[in-house]
């Protein structure tokens, strides 16, 4: 990794420079970084979800998760310190505890913006992105816990994450409505399973490693960690499995009253959160209880919550809401001829 160790340090300069600029920079700049995290995406599609577009939602749930993922056991793969963790000039404006390369921001948001550019199909769209993703790369800089080449690392990943899944998608769908239930949660669990193994072959190669002395300025971090990797199986699990029952037992419509809708959000979130704060604060601090609350959680959005705000009346029954769509303009369309007549 000497290349990478040079490449570091002539970036450092840069990194100091960025970091210069009048303090008012640095609370927009934490901002635009939130916009590019795994929480983020899994907060906003939730409610793309279940209030607007579901096929949508899942298409851009599924990259967020290919690309978060990948970034995962890329960073065991390559096990690169973050700036301030080298150089105590570096301001550490934002604190991390994992490895930097390649940026899990740049990535995701470079996947997941460059989703919904393809979903839209307009020109604005795809330089709207590449905007986004820009400012994302250049606050995680300046916050200092990604050196450029990490942000540049992680736009390439992420572009070619979403060039997979935007080839691969069609197909793979497909392909996997052709299975039987018991299959497609079969297949749900086995493509879980992946992400962890590939992370433990990712960080075999490093044996015993342990922190070098010279990241003395990274404070407490545990950048072996599989938490992340745990986390993004269980969810993987769960948006898979819940979404084959889903689809077995008919589908939903995610439209309705402004009220309903707002109904939906608060009931589920509400729901979610107590998911996520039992993971946190109830249950053992293992990696198997972390893998169940995340497949649990990801189960409740895709499958649960719909479930319930069908029998509560928050939400229609696909078939039932385009039989009263038919019904409603086969009427208008006959009081109409009746008054011509």
């Not at 075999?204 to 938490?227: F, H």
């Not at 959680?297 to 029998?311: E, N, T, Y």
Request: with cysteine; aromatic share 10%; glycine share 10%.
């Amino acid at each position: 990794m000497d290349f990478l160790d040079d490449l570091h340090l002539a970036e450092l300069a840069p990194i100091a420079w960025l970091q210069s600029w009048p303090d008012a920079v640095r609370p927009i700049m934490e901002l635009i970084s939130f916009f590019g995290t795994n929480a983020f995406f899994l907060l906003v599609l939730p409610i793309l979800y279940w209030c607007v577009n579901p096929a949508l939602a899942l298409r851009l749930g599924l990259t967020v998760l290919a690309a978060a993922g990948t970034n995962a056991v890329g960073k065991l793969a390559f096990h690169q310190p973050r700036p301030y963790w080298t150089d105590p000039q570096i301001h550490a404006f934002a604190a991390e505890r994992s490895f930097g390369l390649p940026s899990g921001h740049a990535q995701t948001g470079t996947a997941a913006l460059g989703r919904l550019a393809v979903a839209a199909a307009r020109p604005w769209a795809w330089w709207a992105a590449g905007a986004g993703v820009a400012l994302v790369c250049l606050s995680r800089v300046y916050l200092g816990v990604h050196f450029i080449s990490d942000v540049v690392a992680g736009v390439a990943l992420g572009a070619a994450v979403l060039v997979l899944v935007v080839r691969l998608e069609r197909p793979a769908t497909a392909w996997w409505r052709r299975q039987a239930l018991w299959a497609q949660l079969g297949l749900s669990l086995a493509v879980s399973g992946v992400l962890p193994v590939a992370a433990v072959l990712a960080a075999l190669p490093y044996g015993d490693w342990v922190v070098p002395p010279a990241w003395s300025a990274a404070g407490e971090i545990d950048p072996e960690s599989m938490d992340t990797v745990v986390l993004m199986s269980g969810v993987l699990f769960g948006t898979l499995a819940g979404t084959s029952v889903m689809y077995r037992i008919g589908w939903f419509d995610p439209g309705g009253p402004l009220r309903l809708r707002i109904g939906r959000w608060v009931l589920g979130t509400g729901v979610a959160v107590l998911i996520w704060y039992a993971e946190r604060e109830v249950l053992p601090e293992a990696e198997v209880s972390t893998y169940l609350a995340y497949a649990v959680l990801a189960l409740w959005v895709q499958l649960g919550a719909p479930v319930l705000f069908i029998r509560l009346r928050l939400m229609e029954p696909a078939g039932r809401a385009r039989g009263a769509e038919t019904v409603e303009a086969r009427g208008g369309a006959g009081g109409e001829h009746g008054r011509g007549h």
